[in-house]
Nanobody, 114 residues
Framework: QVQLVESGGGLVQSGGSLRLSCAAS????????MAWYRQAPGKQRELVAK???????NYADSVQGRFTISMDNAKNTMYLQMNSLKPEDTAIYYC????????WGQGTQVTVSA
């Protein structure tokens, strides 16, 4: 079982930036992919970005060009650099990691004010 801890959320003005981190731990494990999902109040959880352990990344259309996902395999840590934030990016952001199965973090709140 992989344990995940997210950090980096907070309150930012529209147009600002935040960087989320997700640290994975647990032994023994190998991570094949990691992802960020988000859930806004009253909405379903949606995929934000996903990255494999060889660096292949995918993004939701709504964040393409604004967000960048990356993974440091040596540190088992994933990052999400979020630029040009909009109020509609406000949500709880969840980190996921695929080992023998998907594991999830507790989430970190991102709030973007207008």
């Amino acid at each position: 079982q992989v344990q995940l801890v997210e950090s980096g959320g907070g309150l930012v003005q529209s147009g600002g930036s935040l960087r989320l981190s997700c640290a994975a731990s647990g032994s023994p494990f190998r991570i094949y992919a990691m992802a960020w999902y988000r859930q806004a109040p009253g909405k379903q959880r949606e995929l934000v970005a996903k990255i494999t352990n060889v660096g292949t990344a995918n993004y939701a259309d709504s964040v393409q060009g604004r967000f960048t996902i990356s993974m440091d395999n040596a540190k088992n840590t994933m990052y999400l650099q979020m630029n040009s934030l909009k109020p509609e990016d406000t949500a709880i952001y969840y980190c996921g990691a695929l080992g023998t199965q998907w594991s999830w973090g507790q989430g970190t709140q991102v709030t973007v004010s207008a």
